[in-house]
């Protein structure tokens, strides 16, 4: 029994067989005139231009019966997995003429939205009933699915788009509460508005996927929670990932100057709202939710808000150690290490002793403690409880441990007070890198840091022979790599080679990274003692600021914003300052040095070293009370500048026998603090001089000039 849009029914005189038997058989209006005249008793009830009436109904009604058929029997088709006949019998429903009708019918629908009782003289003629809309709609559906199982998605979607089109048509603002109520049309509806950006999106076409995904959600269309949720989740995802910029049309700019501006934003605003729903508790908490969030906020730099989310996550959604650890990868992002760290020790302490340990919580200690001189002791109990964690098996997370084991243990010898400790822990650094660099085969910041080691223990052949090796590893495109084995060579005072490197150098890095080599070109150019060319590249140095300074000022919004490249811009000016000031210190041009020494105070007035070359000028100009209490202003910044404390030492030397011990005490906290200083160590040999220890003093004077030998124009660290 088949349901006719009028309520009638009717029989077949024998089932269908197969489709094609289907879509063969004579199913004319006078055939069935002719075999249910007796069931239809219209004479009585109809004058002649109602009989017309009827009759023009009834051929409506049996054409939609045919149609319904196929319907039928293609849904047994699609289920019985027969993709092939099932499309056969839907191609055979002209959905084209159907369309109209059906978009009638269910306008019909919402207009008199009360089922007509039985016996009620009211009949709304050539218009279907909403069950068969309903049915039509699932066979539309099903086609399109059946297409795309035949790999056939791009008419598969145009398929699935004659659904929305013809629901949309006749609900323009919406489908009503009511409307699924006693039957599948909203059902239907709903898995076409789902499946349509899906086969896009198969078929290649990630425009129209997005734009259908929109189209679901512009629109109030009856979805429920959960699967409204899915489908804001689908288009986020493919705004995120499908590498098609699209942005929102013109109609859909109802936001003023917050609407989105691009395809990461959007994703990000549709997040965000699925967040609000999960804390609510209108949906169930999904973990893709908040990594897809992760990534959008991690590649927008956003991290403190993505740090607000995972610390307002529902208790019980993460454990304490892996919230925490989460915490800290956001902080050390924005560049909160000690935020970060302190997370992180919460991980390794008592509170966490009896659960499992958290390996990446350790590493990731270890990482940023490496990044800070003082926190290396932290560091390398960060880095020991890795190693013990991680299996031989994994070597790549073995070689990171030892990695940073070793790069702590170098803090830690820089900021060791003890001879003999520094001795232990400088040679335990080469030890864990050596390792770190057999077990990370291909790593070049291993190479890096053994070359940077070696720098700093003054093993010069090694150096040049690691910094070689990361260079080659990464193919000559870092500018670190560069500098240190600039460096390096400056250390065995090729002077000529290493600015020819550091030219070299030019040519491939970035804006930021040129400015530095112009600085260390400039303080080559000095040691070649050419302060002429060295004054010219400062000044190429200072125009390229000024010039970026000015194109950021004329951009207000970047003004609002404190942007860390303009911070790393006005230190480098205020280092080329300085060693301007120091070159005309030494040409003895002091109304030169002291308008330059000003500038660099009025970028940064509180600074160890711009007060520390006040002083060095004021040396110079003999005017060594002036001079003094310039380097004490400095040490009084930072006491451990050992500079000024070199300084301090010499003043007090020139200013008699009587501050001599004064002056010993202060070389030998530099040399404490910096052994490699060949100029404390210089005059720490006068000194002896001076107190007449001759013996002593031809020591220090051969340390010195050892020292100096390998000494390089900047410091390695």
Known sequence: MLCACSGEQFKFEEPPQSPESLATRDFSASGLSSRTTGDWDLGSKFDDIQVDEAESTLKEALSLNYEEARALLGRLEFQRGNFDAALQVFQGIDIRNLTPRMAKAIVGRIRHPKPRVKGDSYVILNVMSLHSVSLLTEAILLKARSLGELGRFREAAKECKVILDTVELALPKGMPGEIGEDCKLQEMFHKALELLPILWTKAGYLEEAITAYRRALIKPWNLDPERLAGVQKSLACTLLYCGVEASLPPQLQVWGPTTPRNNTEEAILLLLILMKKVALKQIKWDPEVMDHLSYALSVTGQFELLANHFEQAIPGLYGRAERWYLLALCYSACGQNEEALNLLKKVAGCSEARNKPHFLSFLLGAKLCSLATAHAHEGIEFSRKA???????????????????????????????????????????????????LNGKGDPDVMFSLGLENAVQRNLDAAFSHTMKYSGMVAGSSVKGWKLLALVVSAEQRFNDAEAIVDFALDEAGRRDQLELLRLKAVLQVAQEHPKQAIETYRMLLASVQAQRNSKANNLEQGKTIDPEA????????????????????????????????????????????????????????????????FSVSLSIEPDYVPSIVSTAE???????????????????????????????????????????????????????????????QSFV
Request: with cysteine.
């Open 651 to 713: 003043v007090l030397m020139k200013l008699g026998t009587g501050s001599l011990p004064i002056a010993r005490s202060f070389l030998m906290n530099a040399l404490r603090l910096e052994p490699t200083n060949h100029e404390a160590w210089l005059n720490l040999g006068q000194l002896s001089k001076m107190e007449g220890s001759l013996q002593q003093a031809a020591e220090f004077f051969q340390a010195a000039y050892e020292l100096q030998l390998s000494a390089p124009v």
């Open 567 to 630: 911070i790393l811009d006005r230190n480098l000016e205020t280092e080329a300052w300085r060693d301007l000031a120091g070159i005309y210190t030494k040409l003895n041009l002091w109304p030169d040095a002291e308008i330059c020494i000003n500038k660099a105070k009025l970028i940064e007035f509180y600074s160890p070293q711009s007060w520390h070359t006040t002083g060095v000028l004021f040396e110079g100009q003999s005017k060594l009370k002036e001079a003094l209490i310039s």
């Open 387 to 437: 190693i013990d964690l991680v299996s031989d098996q994994c070597e790549h997370f073995m070689g990171q441990a030892h990695k940073f084991l070793g790069v702590c243990y170098s803090g830690a010898a820089r900021a060791s007070i003890s001879d003999s400790e520094r001795t232990v822990f400088q040679r335990e650094s080469l030890n864990s890198l050596n390792h770190a660099a």
